[in-house]
């Protein structure tokens, strides 16, 4: 921890790091008080928590059609309602270390395929069932059984054989991971009784707050589950989480006080709102990202002159001012920012250059017809003129890129993986391994660059079973040395969680892992 | 066969013909929409392997007409099915969604139809003059401006200038009908906004129309008093009209208050029906549907109906 705080401190200032960034980091490893008081200024984690009143959550990202299944959770509303009722074996911290959860402890073998996790005892389900190492063991078998509909699905086939000894539970892959226990802090896989394999939408957990009533796309309403294992959260008597879709909604109604806190605040008034009074915006840089990505094996973007000429050749911080309105940190064409461990930030950033990419576009040898960029308004907020802004700075370079809206409707079906340049976003994952495997290893499903790099592949799994993190540092290095000039991925920015919430809450700290304190929000503020 | 129940029965048998023909266009339009639910449903996140599983569960590898067909049998016997997506009862989240807009509607149009004609009757009694001006200005302004800004300017009047109302109009059991009713204030204002201008002109223009006739001028001449000629000699013979003007607002209350839903976040038919579009959930939009659909042609027949007890002549065809 010792050198964890010096590397933090030496960041602070070799980078400018926000201060709300740091303490974010200093916070998670109980360093607050100490240099929250000396360095930084007060900070709201030295106050004792109080329990009590019902928080009310207006939440945009729910549907009517969202399932209490947490395997089929992937939009904001259905991961916050599931945060209040389940656990999942391990937490990532807002550092990004793995805190224990319902595993006390674990253990791996030196090469990383068998890992050992203790279960903890006295754990009891919402329907007084206690928890045991079975209940554990048939969630991640419901979750990997190849017939799944779980979105945790792809990370959980790395497992061959998952087995219960006593109050342990131990798993066995075929090839070591040493970033195991992070794939297992997916918010998909929260322990159920029996797995959840008779009723997945039963909303039974361990978690903090327990389901009194649901109506997707309208309202979930929780009261405090009294036998909760943690007694260092769930500081409320009851929790209601109102689905406001309607941005505009959601804000009135917290500077009305009809809640207490809100998500995804457009950053285009971020800024005008938080001048309202009453009201505290937040915001954390994540791991999420918008991105424009290029298929590298369909002409022309399988030159890699003529990638690198359209890589120069958009302005990176510009689309962060005018895009994020100055709420995000600007891509390098790589996947992964600071916000990850294990970031190494010797690669060159690279910046808007028309002469290096009207070069490159010269050696391209492209023949001059419009290169087609497809974007629809739902690739992410602000895609379209995200894309125009790319169209002037390559233009200017001289680069015929021509951008063609198409309709939200259909856009992840029949554009995006399917066309050969187009707009996206990913959320990012809480390792560098998951976010490479995920999408940029030749073989993933999920590879929307069609990125094929057998150097990058040997690189990955390498890095996958290392276990001295100096050497693993150093192989992810090197990816993304190899990405950054070969890849398909043009990154222009991260974008922020910005959330906001009113003079009432108490406790708020930043977690860059998702929105709404990754989720923790009701879970570990209170009121003041 | 007394001659208006015949024409009820008429009308009843092509409302249903029409029902048949407008599932078939639901049908057929989310058909042909890009991507089907296995791919909405798993949206980024599709892999070959999920889009598969998913596929075979939910049925969706039969062909269109067997679906189709399929759906239709039980939709006759009453079973609306389940949703795709989530898998909860049609029939049962169909129900609650349509007593809320359908509570929201009523008291919309209990506000809006009466002000409405009042309006329209004193604009005819001061036609031309500065009550008829001001009266059209404004109801002509409020259509003239979009719901959902009207929705904000109000809600930006309402909940945080002056903290009146709730900004969110979620309703749900266990509500009182006070609390309901404060919950629904705003929404129930921006609608009386919308559908007043349309009811009002028409109230206006077709007892205007009326009194051009020679009974109006008798009742002027006899010494009548201006407002009793509009209200009692003139009004009863413009009601097919106005009654038809009323009746296609209160259909669009209930059908087309979408937008007014998503501002204000009220649990109603228009919003579950927009998100199950997206996800190409076709049980769901079927339903609701025919539901739209089925209001429409109930509420067409009850104008024709009113329309013809209304008008001596067509309620004693010889």
């Not at chain 1, 689905?243 to 457009?266: E, F, K, P, W």
């Amino acid at each position: 921890m010792k050198d964890e705080l010096a590397m933090l401190l030496d960041r602070l200032d070799a980078m400018g790091i926000t201060r709300r960034g740091f303490m974010g980091r200093a916070a998670a490893f109980g360093a607050a008080t100490a240099l929250g008081t000396t360095v930084m200024g007060s900070a709201a984690r030295a106050q004792e928590p109080k329990r009590g009143g019902v928080l009310k959550m207006g939440l945009g990202g729910g549907e009517t059609t969202d399932s209490l299944d947490p395997g089929l959770s992937d939009s904001p509303v259905p991961f916050s309602v599931n945060r209040q009722w389940g656990d999942t074996i391990v937490n990532v911290s807002p550092d990004g270390q793995i805190e224990p959860a319902l595993a006390e402890s674990f253990e791996a073998n030196a090469d990383g395929t068998v890992w050992t996790f203790k279960i903890r005892e006295g754990v009891k389900f919402h329907d007084g069932s206690d928890l045991t190492a079975e209940d554990v063991a048939a969630t991640f078998r419901r979750h990997s059984d190849e017939n799944s509909k779980s979105g945790a699905l792809g990370i959980m086939q790395g497992l061959s054989d998952i087995a219960v000894d006593g109050q342990n539970v131990v798993l066995t892959m075929a090839t070591g991971n040493a970033d195991l226990p992070y794939l297992l802090s997916d918010y998909h896989l929260l322990i159920q009784p029996g797995g959840g394999v008779d009723n997945p939408s039963a909303a039974i957990g361990t978690g903090p707050y327990k389901l009194v009533s649901a109506e997707p796309g309208v309202r979930f309403v929780f009261e405090k589950n009294q036998d909760d294992w943690n007694a260092d959260r769930g500081y409320y008597d009851g929790v209601e989480i109102i689905v406001i879709n309607d941005a505009t909604a959601r804000t009135a109604a917290l500077q009305s006080g009809q809640v207490h806190m809100i998500n995804r605040i457009d950053p285009k008034v971020a800024k005008l709102l938080s001048k309202a009074p009453g009201v505290q915006v937040t915001n954390v840089s994540g791991r999420g990202h918008y991105v424009f990505i290029m298929h590298t094996n369909t002409a022309p973007f399988d030159n890699k002159d003529l990638r690198n000429a359209l890589k120069w050749s958009i302005n990176r911080q510009e689309l962060v001012d005018k895009i994020l309105d100055g709420f995000g940190g600007v891509g390098n064409d790589i996947p992964i920012n600071a916000a990850y461990p294990l970031f190494d930030d010797s690669l060159e950033q690279r910046e808007y250059n028309a002469e290096k990419a009207a070069e490159l576009y010269k050696a391209s040898g492209h023949d001059g017809s419009p290169i087609e960029l497809l974007v629809a308004d739902g690739a992410f907020p602000g895609a379209v003129d995200a894309a125009q802004l790319f169209q002037q700075s390559a233009q200017a370079a001289g680069i015929p890129l021509e951008v063609k809206r198409v309709p939200d409707d259909g856009y992840w079906s029949d554009v995006w993986n399917v066309k050969p340049f187009c707009a996206s976003y990913w959320g990012g994952r809480p390792v560098q391994d998951q976010m490479y495997s995920t999408a940029y290893l030749s073989t993933a499903d999920w590879n929307d660059t069609k990125f094929n790099n057998p150097e990058f592949d040997a690189l990955l799994l390498e890095a996958r079973a290392e276990t001295d993190l100096a050497k693993r540092k150093d192989l992810y290095s090197k990816m993304a040395h190899i990405l950054w000039d070969e890849g398909g991925l043009i990154c222009p920015m991260f974008n922020d969680f910005i959330d906001a919430h009113g003079e009432a809450i108490a406790g708020w700290y930043e977690d860059p892992n998702y929105e709404m304190m990754g989720g923790w929000a009701s879970s570990k503020t209170w009121f003041a | 066969m007394h001659p208006i129940l015949k024409l009820v029965t008429q009308r009843l048998a092509l409302g249903l013909l029409l029902l048949l023909a407008a599932s078939a266009l639901i049908f057929i339009g989310v058909e042909l929409l890009p991507g089907d639910v296995a791919q909405s449903i798993l949206g980024q996140s599709a892999t070959e392997t999920a889009l598969r599983n998913l596929r075979e569960e939910l049925g969706l590898n039969e062909p269109a007409l067997t679906r189709y067909f399929k759906w239709l049998f039980a939709a006759l016997q009453g079973d609306l099915g389940t949703a795709l997506t989530n898998g909860q009862s049609i029939s049962k989240a169909v129900g609650e969604r349509l007593g809320n807009t359908l509570f929201l509607a009523f008291w919309a149009a209990l506000f809006s139809v009466p002000l409405a004609i009042v309006l329209g009757l004193i604009a005819v009694r001061y036609r031309n003059r500065w009550p008829d001006k001001l009266i059209s200005g404004i109801t002509l302004s409020t259509i003239s401006l979009p719901e959902f800004v009207a929705g904000y300017l109000l809600m930006y009047l309402f909940t945080v200038k002056i903290r009146l109302f709730s900004p969110i109009s979620t309703i749900y059991s266990g509500m009182s009908l006070g609390e309901k009713l404060s919950a629904i204030a705003l929404p129930v204002m921006v609608l009386v906004l919308v559908v007043l201008a349309h009811m009002m002109r028409m109230t206006r223009a077709a007892i205007l129309n009326v009194m051009q006739s020679a009974y109006i001028e008798t009742a002027e001449l006899k010494g009548l008093r201006p407002f009793v000629i509009i209200a009692r000699h003139a009004f009863p013979n413009a009601i097919a009209p106005v009654v038809n003007v009323v009746m296609l607002n209160l259909a669009y209350l209930v059908v087309g208050v979408v937008v007014v839903e998503v501002v204000f976040v009220y649990p109603g038919m228009g919003q579950y029906l927009v998100d199950h579009v997206t996800k190409r959930d076709l049980p769901v939009v079927q339903a609701c549907g025919l539901i739209f659909a089925a209001v429409y042609i109930g509420l067409n027949i009850l104008a024709d109906v009113i329309s013809i007890l209304a008008n001596p002549r067509l309620r004693h065809p010889k």
